[in-house]
């Protein structure tokens, strides 16, 4: 099956600094890429959606500077978590949507990234 | 925009019963999928399924589109089976997926 790798899977930092997530689909070409975020015993929510080559789209209520996408190629799309202050701490998923032809579009997952902000 | 809701929210069994969980949705989708969410957090694809049934192993999942659920079937549960489960659908143009609440299973051995 298809392959989503997420980097880092745990980071620790202290508060005021900036925190980037990597995102990657190891075996296909994926033009749009989803960034969620998951508090405790909660469900995920989507924070953006990274299409390559333009700019990403936020969810009402997410701080664009606060939270830098870049998706400059067909497999690699990054999250920035600038200025990084306690609340921020949370965990983040990637995923990554691949085009099978048709309607047919499976969604696949990185495996998270836990953040703890200090 | 459209609505899911899954059930039970919560789910504790012993080892080797079997269980059925849930997922309704508000409106016509295209696309359908359950996930398993570890406890280490990480999200597996178990079906694709937008209509019908599929079987893979001791799960199964069926989805009745016409009448908007979808069933997952878990039989002779494991302990490895624990964790939350995930429903996400699309509907109309939309390829922005909208995620259930989550059923979380615990499986006593």
């Known amino acids: 099956g298809a392959v989503v790798s997420q980097h880092p899977s745990r980071v620790i930092c202290k508060s005021g600094t900036s925190v980037k997530i990597e995102c990657r689909s190891l075996d296909f070409q994926a033009t749009t890429m989803f960034w969620y975020r998951q508090f405790p015993k909660q469900s995920l929510m989507l924070m953006a959606t990274s299409n390559e080559g333009s700019k990403a789209t936020y969810e009402q209520g997410v701080e664009k500077d606060k939270f830098l996408i870049n998706h400059a190629s067909l497999t690699l799309s990054t999250l920035t978590v600038t200025s990084a202050h306690p609340e921020d701490s949370s965990f983040y998923i990637c995923?990554?949507?691949?085009?099978?032809?048709?309607?047919?579009?499976?969604?696949?997952f990185g495996s998270g990234t836990q953040l703890s902000v200090l | 925009g459209i609505q899911v809701e899954q059930s039970p929210p919560d789910l504790i069994l012993q080892e080797g019963a079997n269980s059925t969980l849930r997922c309704n949705f508000s409106d016509s989708v295209n696309n359908l999928q359950w996930f398993h969410q570890n406890p280490w957090g990480q999200l597996i694809n178990l079906f694709y399924?937008?209509?019908g049934t599929k079987q893979n192993g001791r799960l199964s999942a069926t989805t009745v589109a016409t009448e908007r659920y979808s069933l997952l079937y878990i039989s002779s549960s494991q302990t490895t089976d624990s964790g939350v489960y995930f429903c996400?659908?699309?509907?109309?143009?939309?390829?922005?997926?909208?995620f259930g609440r989550g059923t979380s299973l615990i499986v006593h051995p």
């Open positions: 399924i937008p209509s």
């Open positions: 995923s990554a949507h691949r085009r099978q032809g048709g309607t047919n579009e499976k969604l696949f």
């Open positions: 996400a659908v699309r509907s109309g143009g939309s390829y922005i997926p909208t």
